[in-house]
């Protein structure tokens, strides 16, 4: 079957994700399904696959007998997905001494969402630890009759399946089936099984934002959501950190900015001195003051469900309530929350209030009187009137939960997929097409779509993206938060030029926050440079005696937002650069660490940054020598 035709059958199955039921219920059906092998059908091989995640080699059921496995049917832009990734850890925790695995089977809805590269991203993004497989065109999905995202099926130490659950809110009954299903085979002495051979994708990013999710640009300031450093960064458009609101460590703690915690914060809306946060992993609305430095929350509990995007008016914080498919409006002086618009169903749906429907909003930008939306799982962009009583719904672009892809042109013919982050800049729309890896520019009154950044493939250099989460206007630019690579780009639409914002004197937060190194990166300005000529540069790394570079650790060069990875050891980088007219500078940042020179001795982090000016008059130079400077 082609996969939207699939896709097309799915239609039927949606409006499980918040419910759910659990298919065998209570020890009896575990016991008599033991001693029962008619009642409970040989689990399908888990094949075709296009690979294997966080293993050292594909498993198969053999590789399971003797373990109780919890497989585990996910999309990773489904946000009922993400909302069970937590439940699984416990799960895993709680049954870390027992036979037990969870094996998660990637079915993809979005095109993107089936690169194995991708999945690999979003197993580290989420600190997934346990095997992933990716499904080939839903071929292990079919085979076990698997019709929504998330479905989760039990499989007994013997192989045969005993359940299956879909949707959220299926926590309790899983672990409930997973303690019987243990105590029923410990009884019969099916148990045992070898470790699995665990490949461990997961890792704390060491660069200095981590899958920044949000920007948002307010003047001259800059605040950017450094979401898996689970902290908000606050800067200036020069580039000048001001200042860091959160430890860095995951958690729910107000107070002071060096103690307070977020957990995968994204959104951002400010007004004046109060910056307000959409806290997305733990489901709540904090609310900073940046002139008392402090952090505290207003609003939690109840229907708010991954908050995914702010924005604000005099009187109202505007919601996009993603985990809902609903956008809230919290009044200001009251902290009351209500819907908006939305009813909760997930249909791309125009009308007023809750007689409209939406589909995992995801993004908001306030325009006077109208609130535009990213619509994500409905690959649209949408509006509210806000003018209206009840305010009103219309859609701008989109057709619907699986009609999506890469196609500009006019608002009938116009495809996006999954976009994240809207945004207006001079009447336009721009637009996060996240899973399209570009920025599109969409006529709000017409719905026509074109493409202004990005090739349509994930990528690092200077005209290319890597899944953008959230988009900012300011002045004539555009803010990006380039999510997967891990930084900020600024773009001038009318100029078409991009460049990464280098964000100086940030660091990754230490296990107990803070900088990793007191020093601030050190700065090398050097004589000007020619533009329109390629120019070779050898990078030298020199550090002062008793230290020496680490022979073990990792280097890096960051060459105007494109990073490239290094061999360990001190040898010299060969690099080339070609500024082209209009360049005022090219930045070079180099990444490595020092040690002294005796066992166990303690390692820092070091970054020096080149600036090399570009001038009409600077010296055509065909080579160019750096050395990172020594104490």
């Not at 059906?29 to 690979?51: F, N, T």
């Not at 940042?589 to 020179?597: G, K, M, Q, T």
């Amino acid at each position: 079957m082609h996969r939207k035709q699939l896709l097309l059958l799915l239609v039927a199955a949606l409006g499980l994700g918040l419910g759910g039921a659990w298919l065998l219920r209570g020890s009896a059906a575990v016991a008599q399904s033991a001693s029962d092998s008619a009642s409970r059908p040989k689990a399908p091989p888990l094949e075709p696959s296009l690979g294997w995640i966080n293993t050292s080699r594909p498993l198969t059921l053999a590789d399971l007998r003797g373990k109780v496995v919890l497989l585990d049917f996910w999309t990773y832009g489904c946000i009922n997905c993400i909302h069970m990734i937590p439940v699984l850890k416990e799960l895993e925790e709680k049954y870390m001494d027992e036979p037990f695995a969870v094996v998660g089977v990637h079915s993809a809805k979005f095109e993107t969402e089936g690169d194995v590269e991708s999945i690999r991203r979003i197993v580290q993004r989420y600190g997934i630890e346990h095997p992933v497989v990716v499904d080939d065109d839903y071929g292990i999905w079919k085979k076990y009759g698997v019709r929504a995202w998330p479905t989760f099926v039990l499989i007994d130490p013997e192989g045969y399946v005993i359940g299956r659950a879909e949707g959220e809110g299926v926590g309790d009954a899983l672990d409930r089936s997973i303690a019987q299903t243990l105590k029923t085979f410990r009884e019969k002495g099916s148990l045992g099984g070898a470790p699995l051979p665990l490949a461990l994708e997961t890792k704390r990013e060491t660069t200095a934002l981590a899958f920044p999710g949000k920007v948002l640009a307010a003047g001259d300031r800059l605040f950017i959501a450094d979401t898996n450093h689970h902290r908000i960064v606050m800067a200036d458009t020069e580039r000048n950190v001001q200042t860091v609101i959160g430890s860095g460590s995951a958690g729910d703690t107000d107070g002071p900015f060096a103690s307070a915690t977020f957990r995968q914060p994204q959104g951002m809306a400010v007004d004046g001195d109060t910056l307000y946060v959409a806290d997305t992993g733990n489901h709540r609305i904090r609310q900073v003051d940046l002139k008392g430095r402090t952090v505290r929350t207003v609003a939690s509990g109840g229907d708010l469900r991954s908050p995914w995007d702010l924005a604000v008016d005099l009187e109202r914080l505007y919601i996009a309530n993603a985990g809902t498919h609903q956008i809230f409006a919290m009044d200001r002086a009251s902290g009351t929350v209500e819907v908006l618009v939305g009813s909760g169903r997930e249909a791309l749906l125009d009308g007023a209030g809750k007689f409209s429907a939406l589909n995992q909003p995801s993004g908001l930008a306030l325009d006077g009187k109208t609130l535009y939306f990213a619509d994500a799982e409905a690959s649209a962009v949408r509006k509210v009137d806000l003018s209206a009583n009840p305010p009103a719904v219309r859609t701008i672009v989109g057709k619907g939960l699986f009609e999506f892809g890469d196609v500009d042109g006019p608002r009938e013919k116009a495809l996006l997929q999954h976009p994240l982050g809207v945004t207006v800049l001079g009447g336009q729309l721009y637009i996060a097409d996240t899973y399209n890896h570009r920025i599109k520019r969409i006529d709000p009154e017409t719905g026509r779509v074109q493409s202004v950044l990005g090739d349509g493939e994930p990528g690092a250099s200077l005209t290319e993206l890597a899944e953008p989460g959230g988009i900012t206007a300011a002045g004539r630019f555009l803010y990006i938060a380039d999510t997967n690579n891990h930084r900020i780009v600024r773009f001038d639409p009318a100029k078409k030029e991009a460049k990464a914002v280098m964000l100086l004197g940030l660091a990754p937060p230490t296990s107990a926050g803070g900088k990793e190194w007191g020093d601030e990166p050190r700065i090398v300005r050097v004589d000007p440079i020619r533009p329109g000529r390629t120019v070779n540069v050898t990078v030298h790394f020199d550090v002062e005696k008793p230290l020496k570079v680490n022979p073990d650790a990792p280097r890096s060069l960051e060459i105007e937002g494109e990073s490239r990875r290094l061999p360990p050891g001190p040898a010299p980088a060969e690099v080339k650069v070609r500024p082209q007219r209009g360049d005022d500078e090219i930045e070079i940042l180099a990444e490595y660490y020092v040690c002294e020179d005796r066992p166990d001795a303690l390692c820092l982090r070091r970054q020096t940054r080149f600036i090399i000016p570009v001038a009409a008059e600077g010296a055509a130079v065909q080579r160019l020598t750096l050395r990172t400077p020594t104490l």
